[in-house]
């Protein structure tokens, strides 16, 4: 047969043929050992959907093309690893619509950058990063600081409902209310969104008597990375 492949290229048909058979071998090759695999996603504990707030602050990051430089997925290499943290696990993106996975990065990857930074860090980071990053190339976004319009985020977070995000009808019915406390909620006082969304970051982020959107960016910014507790997480219930 390979002696004769110039006969099989020269012709249309053989040529189609030959193309679809390796499509259907290479499709099977890829199909069919996941059914013999419970799930593609680790079993952890800790993922929940976003909290109304942080899936604002998600949509904001979106809208301005921050994925465009900082990617959420860190790689196993050791390299990565030592440098970011815990490699990315598929289950912490199981309710991104869209995920924010890929190898792009002119900043850092920020998949565990919740926490690693105070609030104040990241609202002068965001509004001017060279006050906080000398060497930084990337754009202020001032802007963030204008009143965020969160009067939709019911119907937002309906429509991830029927994507799959498990967000309750009281969660929903709650949105408004979750997403304010959130923000100007006292932290010792363990507010009810707090309850609903665990591990959520309590508090103004901007310091004004209205929701802005830099309050929710910044609080998708904090939650991201701190879900799971990696200290329980071993590798090889991760395999499985």
């Not at 390979?2 to 030959?18: D, P, R, S, Y």
């Not at 604002?56 to 809208?63: A, E, F, L, T, W």
């Not at 019911?154 to 959130?182: F, H, S």
Request: contains cysteine; proline residues 6%; hydrophobic residues 40%.
């Amino acid at each position: 047969m390979f002696k004769h492949h110039a006969k099989i290229e020269t012709n249309i048909f053989f040529l189609a043929v030959g193309i679809l058979l390796t499509i259907v071998v290479g499709g099977l090759v890829e199909v069919v050992p996941l059914f013999s695999i419970e799930s593609t996603i680790e079993k952890v504990d800790g993922v929940r959907p976003y909290s109304p707030l942080e899936q604002r602050g998600r949509d904001i990051y979106i809208r301005e093309g921050c994925y465009n430089c900082h990617s959420q997925m860190i790689r196993p290499f050791k390299d990565e690893v030592e440098r970011y943290g815990h490699y990315s696990l598929a289950a912490e993106s199981k309710y991104d619509h869209p995920f924010q996975w890929g190898s792009k990065r002119t900043g850092p990857d920020l998949a565990r950058v919740g926490g690693k930074y105070t609030d104040d860090w990241q609202v002068r980071h965001l509004i001017n990063p060279r006050d906080v990053v000398p060497g930084s190339i990337m754009p202020g976004y001032k802007h963030l600081m204008r009143p965020l319009n969160y009067s939709d985020i019911a119907a937002d977070m309906k429509a991830l409902r029927a994507v799959g995000v498990p967000y309750t009808d009281a969660q929903i019915a709650n949105a408004v209310k979750d997403l304010e406390e959130q923000v100007f909620g006292d932290p010792a006082a363990k507010p009810a969104v707090a309850a609903s969304y665990p591990k959520a970051h309590i508090g103004s982020a901007s310091g004004k008597d209205k929701v802005t959107e830099m309050d929710a960016l910044v609080a998708y910014l904090q939650v991201l990375g701190t879900m799971v507790d990696f200290s329980t997480v071993k590798p090889e219930a991760i395999r499985r």
